[in-house]
């Protein structure tokens, strides 16, 4: 009968001296270093553990060997490569500590069955088999049978697919939309990178690292093409903040859904600049938005409401695209936040008054368009509204910095008429922070903060009001 034996390809280190002749030296003593601990970890003086720093670092694939005899046996290649530290070589199988697990021990245990079955099947049919026909009759049997090794889905991804599926039940399509993008960026970094695929324990400070260069030096594509000639290329750090944070959210969901004990580096992250101008309206501009004239173009007439409705209310464009007139109840819209589960109220007096009147000309059933065709179009009103003074914006790139200086219409989107209700309410009517973070909605105070006197003229016009001591 024959025996089943499932190893690793290359388990251990060995040497990356570019001298071969160095190299084989120093491959010798590593093995005679691993053979001295195996004979010690045998005889009770050392433990398993002792074998780590001689393991191999990279992925290597697992192998399934059918032995006849000492002198005769049948090497499988399996669909798994991993990692050796989550290899127990006493039991032949993959580690609790591997995402995966069971579901990878068990399709080895099924291979193994299968295995033997074709041994058995061959024999009985073909007994006389030399052992070089019956090699090319087991092999081809199991290629028959076996997935093709580094075709099947890989286990990351696959996960990556599982939580994009369940945030669709808690989270806003461009949410889903930004998941969607980071899993695709990690995609192809995946297949430049790592042979195997990514897997969980890639995700160390080395890999953030190599990641990090990737972004920062990412072909133009999407809005980098927007950028001055020279500067497309990479994508901005806050954009990369955004990207790491999503891993860290898959990651933190995948720990409490799989029961893996991967955990991130606490450096696993990358600081957020804060000290970013703020794109807004002031209130000249938004009044001059807000009045002009579009009769003869529907399509922007819509697009203005819109934007102007979220202005004078200071709220998020996923709680104005799920507008519901039932939560409307005379001068007041008490909703429950989609994005922070937390109830809002909104008075539609003093500065939000305008909002209610924008809900009677629509009869309470705001417009409808997609958050793409929005930014696309409320460019192209705030052009027609003469909202042309100049902005110069500075984005931080890696260890240099991003320029571009255009009309200010040009850098509107859906998130600046919250942007400018913020600005309008500290900067121009002087509420304090509590009562604005009521408003909006905002839980950290740090965040607000970072709008206080963004507007330079509002700033001006702050200074001027204050005693001069000239003499």
């Known amino acids: 009968m024959a025996g089943l034996s499932l190893s690793l390809q290359n388990p251990y280190r060995k040497s990356e001296n570019p001298d071969l002749s160095l190299a084989k030296e120093e491959n010798k003593l590593i093995q005679d270093e691993i053979k001295a601990r195996k004979i010690e970890i045998k005889a009770g003086t050392k433990q398993e553990k002792d ?74 049919e073909s007994p006389g088999l030399s052992f ?26 696959a996960i990556f697919n599982e939580f994009i599926e369940d945030k669709k039940t808690t989270q806003t399509h461009r949410t889903i939309q930004k998941y969607e993008t980071v ?72 720990q409490k859904r799989i029961k893996h004990s991967i955990m991130l580096p606490a450096d696993f992250r990358i600081s957020r600049n804060t000290d970013i101008d703020v794109v807004a309206l002031n209130p000249d501009e938004l009044k001059a938005l807000y009045t002009h004239d579009f009769s003869n173009d529907e399509r922007l007439d819509h697009v203005r409401d819109l934007f102007c409705f979220a202005a004078f209310t200071g709220q998020r464009w996923s709680d104005v695209e799920a507008f519901n007139p039932s939560d409307v ?40 368009i997609s958050q793409q065709k929005f930014n696309d179009y409320i460019k192209l009103a705030a052009e027609d509204a003469e909202i042309n003074s100049p902005v110069k914006s500075i984005r931080p790139l890696g260890n240099r910095e991003v320029t571009r200086e255009a009309p200010k219409h040009k850098f509107l989107s859906s998130h600046s008429a919250r942007r400018t209700c913020v600005s309008i309410l500290l900067n121009y009517e002087h509420l304090p922070l509590p009562i604005v973070m009521q408003i909006t909605g905002h839980t950290k105070l740090e965040v ?16 001027q009001q204050t005693q001069s001591y000239k003499p």
Not at 88 to 104: A, N, P, S
Not at 141 to 156: H, Q, T, V
Not at 205 to 233: E, M
Request: include cysteine; aromatic fraction near 14%.
């Open 132 to 157: 070089a026909e019956f090699f090319d009759r087991l092999t081809k049997a199991m290629s028959n049978d076996l997935p093709i090794p580094g075709k099947s889905e890989n286990r990351f991804f």
């Open 329 to 368: 109840s005379g001068d007041c819209w008490k909703f429950r936040s989609f994005k922070t589960k937390k109830d809002i109220k909104i008075y539609f007096v003093g500065f939000a008054a305008p909002a209610l009147d924008i809900l009677k000309k629509y009869n309470f059933k705001l417009p409808e």
């Open 183 to 254: 899993k695709k960026s990690l995609t192809e970094f995946s297949n430049k990178h790592y042979k195997y695929g990514l897997n969980f324990a890639d995700l160390d400070l080395n890999f953030l690292d190599k990641y990090l260069r990737h972004l920062r030096t990412q072909p133009a594509r999407g809005r980098q093409k927007n950028r001055p000639d020279g500067q497309q290329i990479g994508l901005l750090n806050d954009t990369i903040e955004k990207y790491i944070a999503t891993i860290r959210t898959f990651v933190g969901w995948s």
């Open 448 to 463: 607000l903060q970072k709008y206080i006197f963004k507007d330079r003229e509002a700033y001006k016009t702050a200074m």
């Open 51 to 124: 074998l780590i720093p001689y393991l191999n670092k990279k992925e290597t694939r697992i192998y399934l060997f059918l032995i006849i005899d000492r002198t005769h046996m049948v090497k499988i290649k399996t669909e798994y490569a991993i990692y050796p530290i989550h290899w127990d070589f006493g039991k032949q199988q993959v580690k609790r500590t591997m995402i995966g697990h069971l579901e990878i021990n068990e399709r080895l245990k099924q291979m193994k069955e299968t295995a033997l079955k074709q041994y058995s099947r061959i024999i009985a």
